[in-house]
C-alpha cells in the first residue's frame, strides 16, 4: 500500500503536469510566430517572413485535382490546426500576396491534401514539398508539428528524389569595398548538411569552391542570396554596411 508521503508526491506531480499541460493549450491558442517560406513554380519566391499562428477555417476546391481526376475537394471549409505546416501556411495566405488562393482538397480521408500556392499549381510529377527546420516532413503539412521559432518551408518540387535546400551563412556586419567569406551549405531531405561547390552568390567573384566557400565584395547592404542548378535557392541573408542594412531586413 502506497505510503501518505508517496502519495503527496505523486498528487504533486499530477498537479504539475496538469499545469504545464493548461500552459501549454493557453500558448497554442493564443498562437505563436514561426517563418515560413514558398518557394513557388520557377524557383519564384512568393513569401519568406513571420507568420502569427492561428486555428483557421480555409475552404477546399473541386479543382484541386493534382493527385488525379476525381480528387477535387468537396468546396466546404474545414479547420486547420495553427501549430502545423499547413496551418502557418493558411495564416500567411489570409494576408493575400502570392500565397492566395490555396488549392487544397479533402478527398482524402487520411487528411487534406496541398495543390496550389496562389498561382504555383502541382501538375504531373510535381508536389508540395514540406520541410521544418531544413528535414522533410514524414506526414502531410496538415499533421506536420510546429513550434515558436520554427522554419517552414514550401517548395514546388518538380518530382522526386527531392532537391537540396540551400543555405547561405554570411557576417551580419561587413565594411564597403573589404571582402569577406561566405558559406553555401545545402541540406538534404534528412537534414544532413554538406558544403556546396559551383553555387552562384549575390556579389561573389565566382562560384563557391568545394569547401562551400566564397569571397564576397558589397558597396552598399545587400541581402545575399545563393543558387545553383535544381538545389532550392538559399533564403535571403542580409549584410549591413556600416550599420545600414538591406531594405526589409
Given amino acids: 500500500?502506497?505510503?501518505?508521503?508517496?502519495?503527496?508526491?505523486?498528487?504533486?506531480?499530477?498537479?504539475?503536469?496538469?499545469?504545464?499541460?493548461?500552459?501549454?493549450?493557453?500558448?497554442?491558442a493564443k498562437g505563436f510566430t514561426a517563418t515560413l517560406r514558398v518557394v513557388g513554380a520557377g524557383k519564384e519566391v512568393l513569401a519568406e517572413k513571420e507568420v502569427k499562428t492561428a486555428e483557421l477555417a480555409v475552404r477546399t476546391s473541386k479543382q484541386a485535382t493534382c493527385f488525379g481526376a476525381g480528387t477535387g475537394g468537396s468546396g466546404k471549409s474545414v479547420l486547420v490546426p495553427g501549430n502545423t505546416a499547413l496551418g502557418l501556411l493558411v495564416a500567411g495566405a489570409k494576408s493575400g500576396g502570392k500565397l492566395a488562393p490555396l488549392s487544397i482538397t479533402d478527398h482524402f480521408s487520411f487528411g487534406l491534401g496541398l495543390c496550389g500556392i496562389g498561382k504555383s499549381k502541382a501538375k504531373g510529377e510535381a508536389s508540395w514539398y514540406v520541410k521544418i527546420n531544413h528535414r522533410g516532413t514524414t506526414t502531410g503539412a496538415e499533421k506536420a508539428k510546429i513550434k515558436?521559432?520554427?522554419?517552414?518551408?514550401?517548395?514546388?518540387?518538380p518530382g522526386y528524389p527531392y532537391p537540396d535546400e540551400l543555405v547561405v551563412a554570411a557576417?551580419?556586419?561587413?565594411?564597403?569595398?573589404?571582402?569577406?567569406?561566405?558559406?553555401?551549405?545545402?541540406?538534404?531531405?534528412?537534414g544532413k548538411r554538406k558544403p556546396v561547390q559551383g553555387a552562384a552568390v549575390t556579389g561573389a567573384?565566382?562560384?563557391?569552391?568545394?569547401?562551400?566557400?566564397?569571397?564576397?565584395?558589397?558597396?552598399?547592404?545587400?541581402?545575399?542570396?545563393?543558387?545553383?542548378?535544381?538545389?532550392?535557392?538559399?533564403?535571403a541573408v542580409p549584410v549591413c554596411l556600416a550599420g545600414q542594412c538591406p531594405v526589409g531586413s
Fill in 1 to 28: 500500500m502506497p505510503r501518505p508521503m508517496q502519495l503527496r508526491i505523486a498528487a504533486v506531480c499530477a498537479l504539475a503536469l496538469c499545469v504545464a499541460a493548461a500552459f501549454a493549450a493557453s500558448a497554442s
Fill in 205 to 235: 567573384i565566382g562560384p563557391t569552391d568545394e569547401q562551400g566557400k566564397v569571397s564576397v565584395t558589397l558597396t552598399k547592404p545587400t541581402a545575399l542570396l545563393a543558387g545553383l542548378g535544381e538545389d532550392i535557392p538559399s533564403a
Fill in 148 to 157: 515558436a521559432g520554427d522554419e517552414v518551408l514550401f517548395d514546388l518540387a
Fill in 171 to 190: 557576417p551580419e556586419e561587413a565594411t564597403a569595398g573589404v571582402p569577406f567569406t561566405v558559406h553555401v551549405y545545402a541540406y538534404d531531405e534528412k
